[in-house]
């Protein structure tokens, strides 16, 4: 969280990263505070286009093109999953209860919200859904994830659709991503809107 100067990031996640070929082609590499549609503004009326790299099909050559593109990056110390809660009538919530008294839940927008009261631990990266306030929280809160005591698992909101969008809650999704290292759960919920 602490730049060159020892202040804190504004934006929390690192920057955007975006290659130039000799012909003058863009390709985004790392999804970062610059959010994709501010590069494709500026290189419009140049006549340039923006190419995004699929990051998450790179090889580890590949992935030397930017920093903190290897799956794994950002994965706390603990297993760890994207999750989502699914509604299911013949759930068995007690038994869920126990296995997420050891997990710590990392949400976004309340989309894990029926985890908060049976997890170890629960924080919102942002309440309203404000991927700035997302990005700005998100390093701390991997970090303060993998530090509870007694946890077991870390389970991340599961931002997967979010990846192709052009904000910056791309850049945030891809941090989760990798934080979970593209780890999938889905957990049954009795009486949860699906």
Known sequence: D???????????????????????????????????????????PLGAKVAVADAYKKDDDDAACAPGQLLTHYAPRLP????????????????????????????????????????????????????????AALFETLRWAEAVPDAKNVFLADLSEERASAGLVAGVADRIFRAASGNLIEIPRRGVLG
């Open 80 to 135: 760890a999953a994207l999750a989502t809660v699914a509604s299911d009538a013949a759930a068995d919530d007690a038994k869920s209860d126990a296995y997420l008294g050891a997990c710590v839940v990392v949400d976004f927008h309340g989309r894990l919200a029926a985890l908060e009261k049976p997890a170890l631990a629960y924080r919102d990266l942002s309440k309203t859904g404000d991927a700035a306030e997302a990005a």
């Open 2 to 44: 602490a730049g060159p100067t020892g202040g804190a990031c504004a934006h929390g996640i690192e920057s955007t990263v975006v290659g130039v070929a000799a012909d003058g082609a863009l390709t985004l590499h790392r999804r970062g505070a610059v959010a994709r549609e501010k590069i494709e503004a500026v290189a419009k």
